[in-house]
């Protein structure tokens, strides 16, 4: 991942900077409750004057949290896809690369990267990974065209997965003519003569 683009390491800031209207953030600990593969939208804000002592990922770059009470917690992403650049924590890494920000996302969750990953993990109480250890872990770079088709198939299948709106009626219509095949075929007699 070093060769594949720069990480850079976000500032600390505290639950008493949030306020409703500021600068866009994202802590590590919302990563694995709020965000999904990508957002455009940060959920907190902290406050304006601590602008200059901030670090912050662009738009495009993917914020990974480099810190988490389990193994599997630790280097999930979520790529930044806002307008304006977002506020990271210091237990994170801000990750600017010239790849689809998504593709990295959606490699970060696979078995892949995660074999890797534990290599590198420091086991204490709370688990860290550092981005050293996030440089030397290998990623697939495979042509633009190809990130975009990908990330395109797993947005789709994302969708289906975890939008009841979207995956329930597909769902249901499969099943529905799944149900209408059977039915046909169940009760499809030939004549006797």
Same mark, same amino acid.
């Given at each position: ?7 850079v390491r ?27 593969? *990508?957002?455009?939208? &940060? +959920? =907190? ?7 200059? /002592?901030? !670090?912050?990922?662009?738009?495009? %770059? ?6 988490g009470e389990t ?60 981005? *050293?250890?996030?440089? &030397? +872990? =290998? ?7 190809? /990130?975009? !088709?990908?990330?395109?198939?797993? %947005? ?38």
């Open positions: 991942m070093g060769e594949a683009g720069t990480f976000g500032r600390r800031f505290t639950k008493a900077d949030v306020v409703d209207y500021g600068i866009p953030s994202i802590h590590y600990g919302e990563i694995y409750t709020h965000y999904g593969v *990508s957002s455009s939208n &940060s +959920i =907190r804000r902290v406050r304006e004057e601590l602008r200059s /002592q901030l !670090r912050f990922a662009g738009p495009g %770059d993917v914020v990974i949290a480099s810190v193994v599997e917690d630790v280097g999930k992403a979520v790529a930044w896809l806002g307008e304006e650049p977002v506020a990271i924590h210091d237990d994170t890494f801000g990750f600017s690369t010239s790849m689809n920000p998504k593709f990295v996302a959606y490699w970060m969750q696979t078995d892949a990267f995660h074999s890797q990953k534990t290599r590198h993990v420091a086991s204490a109480k709370i688990k860290r990974l550092s981005s *050293s250890a996030l440089a &030397s +872990i =290998r990623i697939p770079v495979p042509p633009v065209a190809e /990130q975009e !088709r990908i990330v395109e198939v797993l %947005d789709t299948f994302d969708a289906l997965v975890n939008d009841l709106s979207i995956g329930l009626p597909a769902e249901l219509a499969a099943r529905r003519k799944q149900y209408e095949y059977y039915r046909d075929k169940l009760l499809t007699f030939e004549e006797l003569v």
